[in-house]
């Protein structure tokens, strides 16, 4: 029997190639079955001790770049969310996205009232009679994650809202404390907030809620996934607040704005017509 190679994660941690979760993970991103074996199969066979997880996704994504470009983007979707940056702003307007994709009304960087001191808020989702008080916390590498510290800040800023609210009688409006990150909480933010009912929100937690999850179930898409464009292009587009594909797809004549070359603006355009066509 062939003794499974050992791969470093981002965690520094080591654990056995898995390739039928490679392949799991090239169909999800709408790789077909075979595709996606091919993939694998030429990724195993380059595989040696001690290669980290993130040299086996560029291998697995530039093949699949090659061969379909789409599932390329979809594949890439949890880098596409780090890119997001390099402020945290995007980031906030993808959470309320998401928030919208549910129902609710949301505005971003809202400033609330609280008993002490006034409060900026990333993201306000509101319908019927919820209120979600959220904020975003977003890091452009996995090596960053939330601590205790952040559900420990949340929860007093949240407290003095909240204590403000109720000195003026409240208006009969629940109330939620959300924290959403791209990366992952630590074990005692997840035992705090619990204790503190506040709802955490990371990459992979909790799991069938998870952001991953939440992406999947919604198929939002990030502009920074498509293959096509350039940084410098993704950019600009983020500066003047286009976060979606979807976005993108409505307002397509800012690509000449930018500066897209025309040899590939039907690649861009080919792009958007599918991805936002699922």
């Known amino acids: 029997m062939k003794t499974p190679v050992k791969i470093r994660k981002y965690s520094g941690d080591t654990?056995?190639?898995?390739?039928?979760?490679?392949?799991?993970?090239?169909?999800?991103?709408?790789?077909?079955?075979?595709?996606?074996?091919?993939?694998?199969?030429?990724?195993?066979?380059?595989?040696?001790?001690?290669?980290?997880?993130?040299?086996?996704?560029?291998?697995?994504?530039?093949?699949l770049k090659k061969m379909r470009r789409t599932s390329a983007s979809r594949y890439k979707i949890k880098k596409a969310i780090m890119e997001l940056g390099p402020s945290g702003f995007p980031f906030e307007q993808f959470v309320s996205h998401i928030f919208q994709h549910d129902g609710y009304d949301t505005e971003v960087g809202v400033i609330m009232e609280g008993n002490c001191v006034s409060h900026e808020v990333d993201v306000i989702a509101r319908k019927d009679n919820i209120c979600h008080i959220t904020e975003c916390k977003y890091h452009n590498t996995q090596k960053k994650v939330s601590d205790v510290k952040v559900p420990l800040y949340i929860d007093s800023r949240f407290r003095d809202i909240m204590k403000r609210i109720a000195s003026e009688n409240g208006n009969g409006t629940q109330y939620q404390g959300w924290i959403f990150t791209n990366t992952r909480f630590t074990s005692d933010a997840k035992m705090y907030a619990r204790c503190a009912e506040i709802q955490l929100v990371s990459w992979d937690y909790p799991m069938g809620k998870s952001l991953k999850d939440r992406i999947s179930d919604t198929r939002l898409m990030p502009i920074t996934a498509l293959t096509t464009l350039t940084r410098r292009e993704k950019g600009e587009l983020l500066d003047r607040g286009i976060v979606l594909c979807e976005e993108l797809y409505a307002k397509k004549p800012v690509l000449t704005e930018i500066g897209v070359a025309r040899t590939r603006l039907s690649k861009v355009m080919e792009d958007l017509d599918e991805l936002c066509s699922l």
């Open 15 to 63: 654990v056995d190639f898995e390739k039928d979760k490679l392949i799991q993970s090239l169909m999800n991103s709408g790789a077909g079955e075979d595709l996606a074996g091919q993939i694998a199969d030429e990724v195993e066979n380059r595989l040696f001790d001690g290669i980290s997880t993130r040299t086996i996704y560029q291998m697995a994504f530039k093949r």
